[in-house]
């Protein structure tokens, strides 16, 4: 959001745009998401749940260091393949783990798990956005980009680094034994008296 925030101030200030090319930029950076949401199913089919994950976000990473680093009509055109490329990796890396929390979290504590999950994410918004416009007066909008892109690079450095990397799948979720049973339960002949064990 810190990178997000301050993408107008940088294509109409630093790359002169108007806004009309700004809205074109804008739609084409946006419309990665939906190709990345179109794409997510394939990718965990060919690839595996956890792989395609760290590969969706390898791609989003380096492809917003791309955007801020052009200067006018072709940094215009860079910027707009590299927020198309971002959008495609993190819309399609969402919905990797917002399916894998769906299979693998029990039914009691979905909504729990979720709310909390909602409220660091939407929480973080407008702190985001204010460190954005704080860093960018402070230092200067295209640097903030850039550091805010290295910030993500250095997440998924940290997601390579994990026990995620070698996986092909997500965890499975462990599931509760089933209660063993008198054999005279199986028998339908639960009148009986049945000794304690």
Same mark, same amino acid.
């Given at each position: 959001?810190? *990178? ?5 101030? @940088?294509?109409? +200030? /630093? ?17 990665? =998401? ?17 792989? =395609?994950? &760290? !590969?969706?976000e390898a791609l989003a990473a380096p492809m917003a260091l791309l955007g801020p680093? =052009? #200067? ?11 927020? @198309? ?10 919905? &990797?783990?917002? #399916?894998? +929390?769906?299979? *693998? ?16 994410? *939407?929480?973080?918004?407008?702190? =985001?956005?204010?460190?954005?416009? &704080? ?6 909008? +295209?640097?903030? !980009? ?13 997601l390579l680094l994990s026990p995620l990397r070698p996986l092909r799948d997500f965890?499975?979720? +462990? ?9 005279? &339960?199986?028998?339908?002949?639960? /009148?009986? /008296?049945?000794?304690?064990?």
């Amino acid at each position: 959001m810190g *990178y997000a925030s301050i993408q107008v101030v @940088f294509l109409t +200030r /630093d790359l002169g745009a108007g806004a009309a090319q700004v809205g074109v930029v804008l739609a084409v950076a946006g419309s990665g =998401g939906l190709f990345g949401a179109a794409l997510s199913g394939r990718v965990a089919t060919r690839f595996g749940p956890a792989r =395609g994950f &760290l !590969m969706c976000e390898a791609l989003a990473a380096p492809m917003a260091l791309l955007g801020p680093i =052009g #200067t006018g009509g072709a940094g215009l055109a860079l910027f707009a393949a590299a927020g @198309f490329g971002t959008g495609l990796g993190v819309v399609a890396s969402n919905i &990797l783990t917002s #399916t894998f +929390r769906q299979r *693998y979290c029990p039914a009691g504590m979905f909504g729990r798990i979720t709310a909390s999950t909602s409220a660091l994410n *939407y929480g973080a918004i407008p702190l =985001g956005g204010l460190l954005g416009g &704080l860093l960018g007066e402070a230092i200067g909008v +295209r640097e903030t !980009m850039i550091s805010m892109a290295v910030v993500q690079l250095l997440s998924v450095a940290i997601l390579l680094l994990s026990p995620l990397r070698p996986l092909r799948d997500f965890p499975a979720p +462990r599931r509760r034994a089933e209660p063993v049973l008198h054999p005279a &339960l199986h028998t339908g002949r639960a /009148d009986r /008296d049945i000794p304690c064990e």
